[in-house]
């Protein structure tokens, strides 16, 4: 049981570049989300899924979009990176009390 | 809406003493509370949570955390902490029944020996 991956783990992009982390989970957990963590701010939810084809927003979305084509896995891109956006991303799938996390993939947009 | 406070942006403590971590929590509704510890260049991982019954709620490595109701806090304690308790930890809340999970802004515990 790997739990939940998350691919990239490093990355570093240019201003307007674009790029897709991809989330994977093997617990079958139809809740999947994904959060962004800042010195001080705790963790935000970017956007999260209640189950495959679904996706929805959270409390920061602007300049990210999701998938969720199969149970399994939750996508998020960014089509247009920005400074701002440099980040640690985590990914999460959750049963009804518990989340589980990604090791996280840290970003950085020059 | 919730909210959740976390008191103390970093606690140092001496090794083998006693810590407690304070969380407040504003909610309309009935809550799951929970725990998350992170330890450098990690996931998040569950320390403990309460979602009903008994209000001290016990987790791993020796936390325990009191539900009040009434001061709708969610107080983490361990009686003596470790080098390795040296982490960062989360308090979260979620509406009974909800998708979502609140985070508050974290907690630094940094135990010196």
């Known amino acids: 049981n790997a739990g939940v991956t998350q691919t990239p783990k490093f990355r570093v992009l240019k201003t307007g570049q674009s790029m897709t982390l991809l989330c994977a989970q093997d617990?079958?957990?139809?809740?999947m989300y994904w959060y962004r963590q800042d010195p001080g701010m705790g963790l935000r939810l970017i956007h999260y899924s209640v189950g495959e084809g679904t996706t929805a927003k959270g409390e920061v979305p602007d300049g990210y979009n999701v998938s969720r084509l199969k149970k399994q896995n939750f996508l998020l891109g960014l089509e247009s990176a920005a400074p701002s956006q440099t980040s640690v991303y985590f990914c999460?799938?959750?049963?009804?009390?518990?989340?589980?996390f990604g090791p996280g993939t840290r970003l950085t947009v020059l | 809406a919730q909210s959740v406070t976390q008191l103390d942006s970093q606690v140092p403590v001496f090794e083998e003493a006693p810590v407690e971590l304070r969380c407040n929590y504003s909610?309309?509704?009935?809550?799951?509370l929970f725990w998350y510890v992170q330890y450098p260049n990690q996931g998040l991982q569950l320390l403990l949570k309460y979602l009903s019954g008994s209000t001290l709620v016990k987790g791993i490595n020796g936390f325990e955390a009191e539900f009040n109701k009434s001061q709708t806090s969610f107080h983490l304690r361990k009686p003596s902490v470790h080098i390795s308790d040296t982490a960062e930890y989360f308090c979260?809340?979620?509406?009974?029944?909800?998708?979502?999970?609140?985070f508050g802004a974290g907690t630094r515990l940094f135990v010196k020996a």
């Open positions: 979260a809340v979620s509406e009974t029944g909800g998708f979502k999970t609140i």
């Open positions: 999460a799938s959750r049963t009804f009390s518990e989340q589980f």
């Open positions: 617990m079958n957990h139809e809740y």
């Open positions: 909610s309309s509704v009935s809550v799951y």
